[in-house]
């Protein structure tokens, strides 16, 4: 719903709705120096601790195990306050496997899931000392050089990340993403990527 004011009527006939109201877009463009897009290049942009602070986890501790089915991996966060669809960053279990940016699925206000892709599976429960942080986009440019998603934010968000293309000439250098995603206006900016040829 955006724009929205007043009463929603919905018949759910016994699914799960879900209401989304007022949703900003965060959206990042990899170009090279000239400005020319850049197709396939992996955007990386996640929260960190800076102002303004923001709602999203950064680096909180958590700790892993393994469900049922066995191949999910089940987080135990308190009071982590995502969403299922929403991104994190896995870092410092010392199982690799469990590590990495990961699409999530909410079981409860403290606990989320997603799944495991190695085989064979890695050890539980995970070791280490174990962080997430919410990652607001993560993914490969269309021929636009763009990838976007969207999401409500609560208040606004501080951000870091890269725009990076190593697989695949022509190979580019590390473009920087640095900003917040305003809560009511969104994130739009452009990581700018020199040839690494």
Same mark, same amino acid.
Request: glycine share 10%; no cysteine; charged share 15%.
């Given at each position: 719903?955006?724009?929205?004011?007043?009463?929603?009527?919905?018949?759910?006939?016994?699914?799960?709705?879900?209401?989304?109201?007022?949703?900003?877009?965060?959206?990042?463009?990899?170009?090279?120096?000239?400005?020319?897009?850049?197709?396939?290049?992996?955007?990386?942009?996640?929260?960190?601790?800076?102002?303004?602070?923001?709602?999203?986890?950064?680096?909180?501790?958590?700790?892993?195990?393994?469900?049922?089915?066995?191949?999910?991996?089940?987080?135990?966060?308190?009071?982590?306050?995502?969403?299922?669809?929403?991104?994190?960053?896995?870092?410092?279990?010392?199982?690799?496997?469990?590590?990495?940016?990961?699409?999530?699925?909410?079981?409860?206000?403290?606990?989320?899931?997603?799944?495991?892709?190695?085989?064979?599976?890695?050890?539980?429960?995970?070791? *280490?000392?174990?962080?997430?942080?919410?990652?607001?986009?993560?993914?490969?440019?269309?021929?636009? *050089?763009?990838?976007?998603?969207?999401?409500?934010?609560?208040?606004?968000?501080?951000?870091?990340?890269?725009?990076?293309?190593?697989?695949?000439?022509?190979?580019?250098?590390?473009?920087?993403?640095?900003?917040?995603?305003?809560?009511?206006?969104?994130?739009?900016?452009?990581?700018?990527?020199?040839?690494?040829?």
């Amino acid at each position: 719903l955006v724009n929205f004011s007043g009463n929603a009527t919905y018949k759910s006939d016994g699914a799960t709705i879900s209401l989304i109201v007022d949703p900003v877009t965060v959206k990042a463009t990899a170009t090279t120096t000239d400005g020319t897009p850049i197709e396939n290049a992996l955007v990386l942009l996640k929260a960190i601790s800076s102002s303004p602070e923001g709602p999203f986890p950064v680096s909180e501790s958590v700790t892993i195990t393994r469900g049922s089915p066995e191949n999910e991996a089940i987080v135990s966060h308190t009071g982590h306050g995502l969403a299922s669809n929403d991104k994190v960053v896995i870092e410092g279990a010392n199982q690799a496997e469990y590590n990495g940016v990961k699409t999530i699925t909410v079981i409860d206000t403290n606990s989320y899931s997603y799944t495991l892709t190695s085989s064979p599976l890695p050890a539980t429960p995970a070791t *280490g000392t174990i962080t997430s942080t919410f990652a607001a986009l993560y993914g490969l440019t269309d021929v636009n *050089g763009e990838v976007s998603t969207s999401r409500v934010y609560p208040a606004d968000q501080a951000v870091t990340g890269w725009g990076r293309k190593m697989s695949g000439t022509p190979y580019y250098k590390e473009g920087v993403l640095t900003g917040s995603v305003s809560s009511t206006n969104g994130y739009d900016k452009s990581a700018v990527m020199a040839l690494d040829e």
